[in-house]
């Protein structure tokens, strides 16, 4: 099942994990060879958990993740097949599997994020989500091992390996980076044929006057929201005044921001930035609006080169820029205008 990140679920999801993708950790750079392995300190994913991080590839096939319950039943793999993500599980030896739609052997930066809510555990790449459900008599996942990124040592014994021939599975080869669990960042035990401090693409530090550099997209991009200037690079002054914004979200997980400012007219657009950290780092532009929009619960859109009615309530829409999937979340096209009035905010 494949669906676009615009859930409830998927929002709040988003939501927790904005605040994590504003720094890049330590990046590994692996060349694909024999018996080559990164070993990380257990994931607990036998519940509730997500893990993510940001790779990039030219190959189309090789193992990005596994762990396992010690050779019993239960495991978690993540690999790229003919230049697709696939993620195959097993709980108490119920076995599934989800394949990715997009290719990724691009060479371009890609996110992935393994979501998982016990019986069910989501695939997000790129933020598109796909969902695969178990109905097991144990509705747990038995983890035991610690996490292998790119390869499985030579010296572990198959017997302890529940998935047959992972071991035998090619190593992978590219860039990763920023692996989290949740928002903390693991601790690496060990590895072998492993380049780390891989040069990072915020490694030119681009962004001025203390912008965070993340990506998007595959490419570095300026977190602008607590600086107090603009632009691609956060080098453009942003007029700031005087008023009280609200963010809010909707009911169908749709981000929106109330707005009361004193602004002149006439006005044709108002940059705004601003932070809820951690759940929203947003930037966005303000339309004038006629003052008749949105009342009585009226459905109305905003108007450039209108008028303002001072000090009222209206909703605008944010641009998020502390995710690489946000943007599929709340710049959908699908905002909600209904204005507000300062009672209701």
Not at 11 to 25: F, H, I, M, N, W
Not at 56 to 84: E, I
Not at 142 to 149: E, G, I, P, Y
Not at 203 to 211: F, I, L, W, Y
């Amino acid at each position: 099942m494949s669906f676009p990140v615009q859930s409830v679920f998927f929002t709040l999801k988003v939501s927790v994990l904005l605040g994590s993708l504003l720094g890049l950790c330590l990046g590994l750079e692996l060349m694909g060879l024999p018996n080559q392995w990164a070993r990380y300190l257990r994931w607990d994913a036998s519940t509730r958990s997500d893990l993510s991080f940001q790779f990039k590839t030219n190959v189309s096939t090789g193992l990005l993740l596994y762990l396992d319950d010690g050779g019993v039943c239960d495991f978690l793999c993540l690999s790229l097949v003919d230049g697709r993500v696939q993620l195959r599980f097993s709980m108490d030896c119920a076995e599934t599997s989800v394949l990715s739609n997009k290719q990724v052997n691009d060479s371009s930066w890609h996110f992935v994020m393994v979501s998982r809510d016990h019986l069910r555990t989501v695939l997000v790449l790129d933020g598109e989500g796909q969902a695969a459900e178990l109905q097991p008599q144990r509705p747990y996942m038995d983890v035991v091992s610690d996490l292998f990124l790119g390869g499985i040592p030579s010296d572990i014994r198959p017997s302890a390996l529940t998935l047959d021939g992972v071991q035998a599975m090619p190593g992978f080869r590219g860039l990763i980076l920023d692996l989290k669990y949740g928002n903390s960042e693991p601790r690496l035990l060990g590895s072998q044929g492993v380049q780390l401090d891989a040069e990072e693409p915020c490694g030119e530090r681009p962004c001025e006057n203390g912008g965070i550099c993340f990506l998007l997209d595959g490419h570095p991009t300026c977190d602008c929201s607590t600086t107090g200037y603009g632009g691609k690079l956060c080098s453009e002054d942003v007029s700031q005044g005087p008023g009280l914004s609200h963010l809010m979200m909707s009911e169908q997980g749709r981000c929106f921001v109330l707005v009361a400012r004193q602004l002149p007219e006439p006005l044709a657009f108002v940059p705004l930035a601003g932070r809820s950290a951690p759940h929203c780092c947003w930037q966005a532009i303000l339309l004038p609006v006629p003052p008749a929009v949105g009342q009585a619960g009226s459905r109305g859109h905003p108007v450039v080169g209108g008028t303002l009615t001072n000090a009222s309530w209206f909703p605008v829409p944010i641009i998020p820029l502390a995710c690489p999937f946000c943007t599929a979340i709340c710049h959908s096209g699908r905002w909600p205008c209904r204005a507000a009035s300062k009672r209701e905010a």
